[in-house]
């Protein structure tokens, strides 16, 4: 199976912070990498798909980059609806997987 | 607008069984694999199977093989989720999803496995 691994787990920042979360794959993934925003008691919200591509209707701040096993997610300036869990997932190869999730706090 | 409606869930007792559905409206639901995710309290998401659009194929995390069955009726745009044998360890959020690159995302019913 393939492994995602997310860093960091838990993050603090700022409003206004540009903010970077990795994704790193335990095997070659290609850009088959989706990346999710969760609030609490709400259903994974799609960010960004296949590595680099914005979602409609996702804010610009939301990047994401990287191929192979290395993959990121920028938010280019942190707004207060950005407080959020992150994960990252792979669709590669079943099983599909997610990495642990990143916890965005305030600072 | 895509759109997924999880029904089903509950509490059941440790060796119980529960059918999950998940109603689905908005897109060419036959054209499309569809997926189960769950959630358990505080923790992440974890992929439990996933369903092929056309051929029937079927796939299931190891936690699940053998235990629970997935199933479609594109007549009814409907996905479901068989469940048996359940034990503590599946209670969670479960949700269905679908997408290519990316997936939609249902806003869960909730499974309870306990005495």
């Known amino acids: 199976d393939i492994q995602l691994t997310q860093s960091p787990s838990f993050l603090s920042a700022s409003v206004g912070d540009r903010v970077t979360i990795t994704c790193r794959a335990s095997?070659?993934?290609?850009?088959?990498v989706a990346w999710y925003q969760q609030k609490p008691g709400k259903a994974p919200n799609l960010l960004i798909y296949?590595?680099?591509a914005l979602q409609r209707g996702v804010p610009s701040r939301f990047s994401g980059s990287g191929s192979g096993t290395e993959f990121t997610l920028t938010i280019s300036s942190l707004q207060p609806e950005d407080f959020a869990t992150y994960y990252c997932q792979q669709l590669n190869s079943y099983p599909y997987t997610f990495g642990q999730g990143t916890k965005l706090g305030i600072k | 607008e895509v759109q997924l409606l999880e029904s089903g869930g509950g509490l059941v007792q440790p060796g119980g069984s529960l059918r999950l559905s998940c109603a689905a409206s908005?897109?060419?639901?036959?054209?499309?694999?569809m997926n189960w995710v769950r959630q358990a309290p505080g923790k992440g998401l974890e992929w439990v199977s996933a369903?092929?659009?056309?051929?029937?194929?079927?796939y299931y995390a190891d936690s699940v093989q053998g235990r629970f069955t997935i199933s479609r009726d594109n007549s009814k745009n409907t996905l479901y989720l068989q469940m048996n044998y359940l034990t503590a360890e599946d209670t969670a959020v479960y949700y269905c999803a679908t997408g290519n690159s990316g997936w939609y995302w249902g806003q869960g019913t909730l499974v309870t496995v306990s005495s």
């Open positions: 095997q070659d993934i290609r850009s088959s």
């Open positions: 296949a590595a680099f």
């Open positions: 369903m092929n659009c056309c051929d029937g194929s079927t």
């Open positions: 908005g897109f060419s639901f036959s054209t499309y694999a």
